[in-house]
Structures are given as C-alpha cells and as structure tokens.
C-alpha cells in the first residue's frame, strides 16, 4: 500500500520527497439505528477498510487534492484564503470542511499541502466514507502541523465540518467511530451525553461481511429528515403527559403507557422503533458481555425488522439482502445499516459459511433486483494512523 500511494503521489504531483502517508477507518454500526438524533445508544466499530492519503506540505498557501477514486476530477485546486464551500470544489469540499473548521476553533494551518487519497470503502453506502475522509484530513493536520488536538477533538470538529460546511445533518457517531476506533473493540456510545465505553468485538469464529446494495440512497436525504420531524413530533405529543428528554430516555413500558398521546399513528411507529431500538442496543450490549453472539445475533434481526416495518427505511434492495442472509445455515445475524433506503448490510457470519453466503445471497440479490452486491469481508479495525 504504502509503495502505491507514493508511486500515484509522484505520478501527479510530480514531488519527490518529504511525503507522509496516512489512514482513517470507516466504520459499520452493529445495531443502534436512528437513535442517534433520539438521544439513544449506538454500537459502531471502526473498521480495517478506510481511506488512505499521501500528503506533503507546501511552502506557499496553495492546497491542491487529488482522489484515486474520483482521477476523472483532476487535481482540484484551492488555497487557505479560500475555505468556502462551492459546488465546483466537489469532493473536495470535505477537506476543506476541516481546515475551515481547524481554524475556526483557532488551530493554525499556515502552509498549504498536496493531497492524494485513494479510499477502498463504498462511497456513500452508510460506512462514513465521509468521516472517514474528513478525520484522515484532521488527523494528518494534526502531524504535519503540530495541532494539539486530541483525537476526540478531531471527531467533534469533524460533524461541525460536515454540519456546518458541507450542510449535512449528522449526528456525532461516524466521525466518533472514525476518529475513536479501537482495534477489536466496538464503541458503545451514549449520544445524549457522548459518554462511550470500548468493548471487546473479537469474533472467534465469525466475521463481519458487508453487503453493499449498490442502490444509492436516491430520496434518502428527505426521508432522513422527514424521519427525524416524526420523531420530535411524537416527543412533543409524549412530553405533554410525561417528563421525558428524548425518545432514548424512555424504557419500553414508559413508552406502552403513553404512546396513545402520540396523535399522528405514523409518528406513533416512527417513536416506538426509536424507543425499542435503543433498549435493543443496551440488551445487545448485555448479550456481548455475556459472550452470548447467538443472542445479539437475534437483536439484529430484530432490529430490522423495525426498521423495515416501523421505521420503513429498508426498501427491496436491503430487504433482500438481509432476508437471503436469514436463510443460510452459519449467519448469527444480519440487518441494514446506516441510514437505510440503500447502502449496506452488516452480517456476522461463522467462518465456514462465508463463502455460501456471498454466493447465495449474491445470486439471490442479482436476481431480485437486476444489478449487483458486492461484499467486503472485514475486521474491526483501530482509528487513524501514520503509515
Ligand atoms: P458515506 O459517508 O455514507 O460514504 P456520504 O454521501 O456522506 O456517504 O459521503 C460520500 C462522499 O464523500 C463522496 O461523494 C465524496 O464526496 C466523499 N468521499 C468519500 N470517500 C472519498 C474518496 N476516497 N475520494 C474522494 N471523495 C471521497
Ligand atoms: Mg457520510
């Protein structure tokens, strides 16, 4: 890898020395599915997939990008003096996110750099190739500049970016898994307050496959909005008879007793999926501690089945995949991940089984939609590093 981002980096830029190499994970989220934005829990983990960059800095204000996975833009130019979102800038409007963003928390970039990254995670596909692109930027900042920001640091600055500068409505958990992964472990994460606990996710028999749709997310982003207006109406309606923060502070009981004050009968399934995922995620928790698989295997089913009949944010392409999955001898659990309506699936599957499992559930897939899945076998990997 490491002779590869060099090789490009030289090819375009035509720089020979001074080059630093680095990488940041994307991450998948095992179970805990719009909670985040309900002041539930999530259970992402960082993975060993990611984006990778070569970088060297300039002596003059100049920053000029290059991605092996968009080579059809060119290098894309721009300076320090000029960190403003435009729509010609493309994808490189989240690195220049970060730098907006470094120094308006007042850490100082004073020279420009040349960047080439080359990412091998689907692109916006739910495993934050985003995030990732924008910690790797943080992270190598952070090195090449000397900033003293802590890796939490970077993740916040990171959703303020992609907030802020880009104008995307996320929640704090890619950039958190991105930025905080640690390797084997997935990060149990309390979004109301951001306090986080590592747990260990080493599967001795099993891996995580991903099966990505390849359906682009298309309407996703009216939906997504739409699902979290459901959400805070339902709360209003709740908040009427009962003291309660957010959906994620309710336990399933609680809400039983006053979901018949949620007027809306939609918004009345949109709270109950955001109420029972998140006791979901804290059962999943549980399970794991107790080295139960089988049973957090059985809370990802359950999970998507809510978000298939509750939430209503899966759609044929993810249905399919996670119900061929079900069928299969040797998978403890699959379900969407992500914000649904496309992007991927995330499927534990013993390891024996691996490869019927991307046979059948790839042909099954080819078959029902017409186009196909491809399936990246992975680990759970650590945050971002110096190559
Ligand atoms: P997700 O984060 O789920 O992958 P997003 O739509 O949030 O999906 O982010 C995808 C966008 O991030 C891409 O369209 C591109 O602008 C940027 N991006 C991600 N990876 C790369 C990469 N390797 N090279 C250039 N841009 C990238
Ligand atoms: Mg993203």
């Known amino acids: 890898m490491k002779e590869k981002l060099i090789r490009e980096f030289k090819n375009i830029f035509k720089e020979e020395e001074g080059i630093r190499l680095f990488f940041a994970p994307g991450r998948v989220n095992l179970i805990g599915e719009h909670t985040d934005y309900n002041g539930g829990h ?14 060297k800095k300039r002596d003059d204000n100049k920053l000029r990008f290059f991605s092996g996975n968009f080579a059809e833009f060119g290098i894309i130019e721009s300076s320090l003096e000029d960190l403003l979102y435009k729509k010609e800038a493309l994808w490189t409007n989240y690195p220049k996110g970060v730098l907006w963003a470094l120094n308006e928390k007042g850490f100082k970039i004073e020279t420009g750099f040349d960047m080439y990254i080359w990412g091998n995670i689907p692109n916006g596909s739910g495993l934050s190739s985003s995030a990732s692109v924008e910690v790797l930027t943080g992270y190598a900042c952070k090195n090449l ?18 907030n802020k500068f880009n104008g995307v409505n996320c929640g704090i958990m890619d950039q958190f898994a991105c930025a905080m992964g640690k390797k084997d472990n997935a990060i149990f994460l309390n979004t109301n307050n951001l306090s986080f606990e590592y747990l260990p996710f080493k599967l001795e028999n099993s891996k995580i496959v991903i099966a990505c749709s390849n359906k682009k997310r298309g309407l996703g982003e009216s939906q997504y909005n739409k699902r979290r207006e459901e ?8 908040q009427r008879v009962k003291k309660a923060d957010s959906l994620g502070s309710l336990t399933e009981e609680e809400f039983e007793e006053v979901k018949e004050y949620i007027k809306d009968p939609i918004c009345r399934k949109r709270a109950r999926h955001a109420v029972y995922e998140n006791q979901r ?18 809370l990802m089913k359950e999970s998507h089945i809510s ?35 496309g992007g991927c699936t995330v499927n534990i599957v013993e390891n024996q089984a691996v490869d019927t499992f991307i046979e059948k559930v790839g042909t099954k897939y080819f078959e029902t939609v017409g186009y196909r899945a491809d399936f990246y076998t992975v680990d759970v990997g650590g945050g971002p590093t110096e190559l």
């Open 145 to 162: 500049y000397g900033c003293s920001i802590t890796l939490a640091q970077i993740a916040h600055l990171a959703q303020y970016a992609e």
């Open 231 to 238: 959400c805070e109406k339902a709360l209003i309606d709740i």
């Open 281 to 298: 995620t804290l059962r999943a928790v549980n399970a794991l501690k107790a080295r139960d698989i089988k049973e957090f295997g059985r």
């Open 42 to 55: 999530v259970f992402p983990c960082a993975l060993n997939i990611g984006t990778y960059a070569a970088v």
């Open 307 to 341: 978000l298939r009949d509750d939430y209503e944010v899966t759609g044929i392409e993810l249905d399919t995949l996670v119900q061929s999955a079900w069928e299969i001898e040797g998978v403890v659990g699959a379900r969407m991940t992500g914000a649904g309506f």
